[in-house]
C-alpha cells in the first residue's frame, strides 16, 4: 500500500513569491490534515478536510495560506505571498473514517523562504 | 486552548540503559494520546498509542502509561538501541465520528550512545 506522499520534498523561494505543495493521501483515506513544524517547534495542526470539505482549518496562520482538495482526493497548500517566516517542514497526513483513524504522515515538504 | 507539555527536550542514554519522556495535556476531553517516531529526514511514524479507557500499553520494548487524573502520559523504552536515536513527539487528541485533530509536545530528541 502506497504512504501519504507529498511534492515537493524541498524548496527554496524568495519572499513575495507563491510555493504550491502537494500531498496525496493513502488510497481511500477520507481525512486529510495539514500540519507544519517550523525549526524546533512542535508540530502544529493547519487544516482538516473530510473529502473535499474543509471540517476545520483553525490553524491556518492567516489567508496567505489557501488549501484545496478538489474531488476529495489530492489536496494542495499554496502560500502567496511567501514571508520568511513561513519556512519550516509541512506535513501531510491522512486518516480513515472508521477503524482506528490511526494518522499516517508524509515525509514533509521542507519550505525555505528567503 | 489545546496544550501539550513535553519533557526533556533532550535526552542522551547508552545503550541498554531505559528512557523515558513526559507529556501533560490541558483538555480532560482528550481520549487518544499516540506517540511518533520521526528518524532525520523521515516522516513521523506511530510507533504506539493508548486510549483513555486503558492505563498501560507495551509493545515488546516500548510502553505507555497514562494517568488521566494527573492528565500526563509517559513513554518508556526498556534496553535502548543506537537505532532508537529519534525525536518522539507525543500527542493528545479527542477522537469522535472520525475526526482526529492531533495537539503535538514539542519533541524530545533522544541519542542512545554505544
Known amino acids: 500500500e502506497a504512504g501519504v506522499t507529498q511534492f515537493p520534498s524541498h524548496s527554496v523561494i524568495e519572499k513575495g513569491q507563491t510555493v504550491t505543495l502537494r500531498c496525496d493521501p493513502i488510497?481511500?483515506?477520507?481525512?486529510l490534515y495539514w500540519y507544519r513544524r517550523v525549526m524546533g517547534k512542535e508540530i502544529k495542526f493547519l487544516l482538516h478536510?473530510?473529502?473535499?470539505?474543509?471540517?476545520?482549518e483553525s490553524g491556518m496562520p492567516n489567508n496567505r495560506f489557501l488549501a484545496e482538495r478538489t474531488g476529495g482526493t489530492y489536496s494542495t497548500l499554496k502560500v502567496q505571498p511567501a514571508e520568511l517566516e513561513d519556512s519550516g517542514v509541512y506535513f501531510c497526513?491522512?486518516?480513515?473514517?472508521?477503524?482506528?483513524?490511526?494518522?499516517?504522515f508524509g515525509e514533509g515538504s521542507w519550505l525555505t523562504v528567503v | 486552548g489545546e496544550n501539550v507539555e513535553q519533557h526533556p527536550s533532550t535526552l542522551s542514554v547508552q545503550e541498554g540503559d531505559s528512557a523515558v519522556i513526559k507529556c501533560t495535556y490541558s483538555?480532560?476531553?482528550?481520549?487518544?494520546f499516540p506517540w511518533y517516531k520521526q528518524e532525520l529526514g523521515k516522516r513521523p511514524q506511530l510507533i504506539i498509542d493508548i486510549r483513555s479507557n486503558v492505563g498501560e500499553k507495551k509493545d515488546q520494548r516500548i510502553a505507555v502509561t497514562l494517568n488521566k487524573t494527573a492528565k500526563h502520559f509517559s513513554l518508556h523504552i526498556t534496553e535502548t538501541q543506537p537505532e532508537d536515536s529519534a525525536v518522539y513527539f507525543c500527542a493528545a487528541s479527542k477522537v469522535s465520528g472520525g475526526y482526529n485533530k492531533l495537539i503535538f509536545g514539542a519533541g524530545t530528541r533522544l541519542a542512545v550512545h554505544p
Open positions: 483538555d480532560s476531553a482528550s481520549n487518544y
Open positions: 497526513a491522512s486518516s480513515s473514517r472508521g477503524g482506528r483513524n490511526t494518522i499516517y
Open positions: 478536510f473530510v473529502k473535499e470539505s474543509k471540517q476545520d
Open positions: 488510497s481511500g483515506h477520507d481525512n
